[in-house]
Nanobody, 126 residues
Framework: QVHLVESGGGLVQAGGSLRLSCSAH????????VGWFRQAPGKEREFVAF????????SYADSVKGRFTVSRDNAKNTGYLQMNSLKPEDTAVYYC???????????????????WGQGTQVTVSS
């Protein structure tokens, strides 16, 4: 079992950048694929990005492609979401999630994940 803690959220102006971190405690982090999701007020939780257990496979929602970059450092048991060129519509609570997976499959549904962090607020002002 793995416990996830996000950090790095905050308030930023449109066009700015933030880097979110997802620290994993317990379990063997490099056995887990990591997904990033976000949920804006009144909206469904939506997929943002995915990275496989090895880091070799990544995937992004169309809305963030080219602006966001997902990565991980298994030696530090930490995943990252680098967010550049932020827009007001990126405002949401961002969550990282993990599922045990030693394969290269791409998991983009929230139902695919067993472990979730508490979320971190990202607010982008116009």
């Amino acid at each position: 079992q793995v416990h996830l803690v996000e950090s790095g959220g905050g308030l930023v102006q449109a066009g700015g950048s933030l880097r979110l971190s997802c620290s994993a405690h317990g379990g063997t982090f490099d056995n887990y694929a990591v997904g990033w999701f976000r949920q804006a007020p009144g909206k469904e939780r939506e997929f943002v990005a995915f990275i496989s257990f090895s880091g070799r496979t990544t995937s992004y929602a169309d809305s963030v492609k080219g602006r966001f970059t997902v990565s991980r450092d298994n030696a530090k048991n930490t995943g990252y979401l680098q967010m550049n060129s932020l827009k007001p519509e990126d405002t949401a609570v961002y969550y990282c999630a993990a599922r045990y997976s030693a394969a290269g499959n791409i998991w983009s549904s929230s139902k695919d994940y067993d472990y979730w962090g508490q979320g971190t607020q990202v607010t982008v002002s116009s």
